[in-house]
């Protein structure tokens, strides 16, 4: 107890911006990993930014008509289409900075939006913003199915997840299918800055998001956030469960810089049992041994592909 | 709401506590013991762990440290995440501990 207090150095106010952009008193959860995430996005963001939000969680809770939690400029659009939203505002700006029409200083356009707005409904808006190459930042948060209208299944939901349209039973052992790697499609776009990031890592994931920032070009990042909602955990675990998925190895860190993958340092040396990660979870009760190995398997092929990649993928101009 | 586009029809503006006193939805309340704090034994700022990771951004990075109670929806991160342990979480009906 007295080692901890005297050999705690660490100082998170000296990091991080103090200035509150999405304030307290929104509709989120209890213990909301989104809500977190978004609001140390805004803190590493800063001023000058454009927020376009796709319809979700983080659109119903922050903006019930006439009030708003967001003190950066934001825009609501429907389900689909953040990216492309984000997209014309930043072609807007541009031709209006050319044209002398306001202040001549760079403004950066954030789309963002759920894993529902993303992976599913919003796919093509972000496919198509992404290759035409915006300068601007598509960041999804992902809290692995359809928070917002009652836990349904999306292309995000892992393998065994208990959902609403998905429900485990006698027959079934709820979603069947692995998650979408949606980090690696956005690399098949060449996008010159991608990243996985969670909300549990807050200073890995805020210089990701000003690394972003500083690309001039698309750049995309993908946050896992923890719903103690939908989740079925109870809320004081959000933190510690974004944790266990990277320490266990369900959602491995990494950033790809122009097709070179590197890893985070606050990934593990050893992962950590899986178990670990799956018995907070209320939707993964019902996994008997058999499908946790069958869980396994599916996650440590992810985790082995990126590995893979680390080892063996080289930048675009090394290619040349 | 100061000043109105002509071209917005629908126009949100920035207001804390947008959803009302969020406070109300709480029944265990954050007790910070300033004896286990790290940035108040140290008499310096340090850790604030607990400011960092709220959701609801009600905690003040001072010392001695500010919960504004008014918003807290009591949802247990701090207190699950202080590495001191001097944030507790007691029950709403119970006396001030």
């Known amino acids: ?320 | 709401m100061k000043k109105k586009d002509e071209n917005i029809s629908a126009m949100a503006t920035p207001a804390v506590g947008e959803a009302g006193k969020t406070g109300d939805w709480r029944d265990m309340r954050p007790v910070h013991d300033p004896a286990k704090c790290i940035p108040c034994i140290k008499k310096k700022s340090a850790c604030f762990l607990c400011w960092l990771y709220c959701p609801e951004g009600v905690i003040k990075a001072t010392i001695p440290l500010e919960i504004n109670l008014e918003y807290c929806k009591g949802c247990g991160i701090c207190a699950e995440e202080c590495p001191g342990k001097a944030i507790i979480m007691v029950n709403e009906e119970e006396k001030h501990g």
């Not at chain 1, 927020?51 to 400029?73: D, I, Q, S």
């Not at chain 1, 923890?226 to 320490?247: D, F, H, Y």
């Open chain 1, 1 to 320: 107890m007295k080692s901890i207090v005297e050999n705690f150095d660490l100082f998170a106010p000296k990091l991080v911006d103090k200035e509150e952009y999405y304030s307290s008193g929104h509709r989120a959860c209890q213990g909301c990993g989104e809500a977190l995430a978004i609001r140390l996005m805004a803190k590493a963001l800063g001023k000058d930014t454009v927020v376009t939000n796709a319809t979700g969680c983080m659109e119903v809770t922050a903006t019930p008509y006439p009030t708003t939690a967001w003190k950066l400029p934001w825009v609501h659009v429907a389900f689909p289409n953040s990216a492309s939203v984000g997209a014309g505002v930043e072609s807007a700006l541009r031709v209006l900075r050319r044209k002398g029409k306001i202040a001549d200083r760079y403004i950066k356009v954030v789309s963002i939006g759920g894993d529902g707005g993303s992976f599913d409904i919003g796919f093509q808006a972000i496919s198509g913003a992404m290759e035409r190459g915006h300068d601007m930042i598509y960041i999804v948060y992902d809290n692995e199915a359809y928070m917002n209208t009652g836990i349904q299944r999306s292309g995000a939901t892992p393998f065994g997840a208990s959902t609403t349209t998905a429900p485990a039973g006698k027959e079934s052992v709820g979603n069947k299918n692995w998650k979408k790697n949606m980090a690696e499609i956005m690399v098949a776009h060449r996008v010159p800055y991608v990243a996985t990031a969670t909300h549990s890592h807050p200073i890995d994931f805020m210089n990701k998001v000003k690394k972003a920032r500083k690309v001039n070009g698309p750049a995309f990042i993908h946050c896992l956030a923890v719903c103690p909602t939908g989740w079925r955990s109870s809320s004081e675990t959000c933190i510690k469960l974004g944790r266990l998925a990277v320490e266990t190895g369900v959602f491995p860190l990494y950033e790809v810089e122009n097709g070179k993958y590197k890893f985070s340092p606050d990934n593990p040396p050893k992962l950590r049992p899986l178990e670990d990660y799956l018995k907070p979870q209320g939707r993964f009760r019902h996994l008997t041994p058999d499908q946790i190995n069958i869980f396994r398997d599916m996650a440590m092929i992810e985790y082995n592909k990126v590995l893979e990649r680390v080892k063996h993928s080289k930048s675009w101009s090394e290619l040349k």
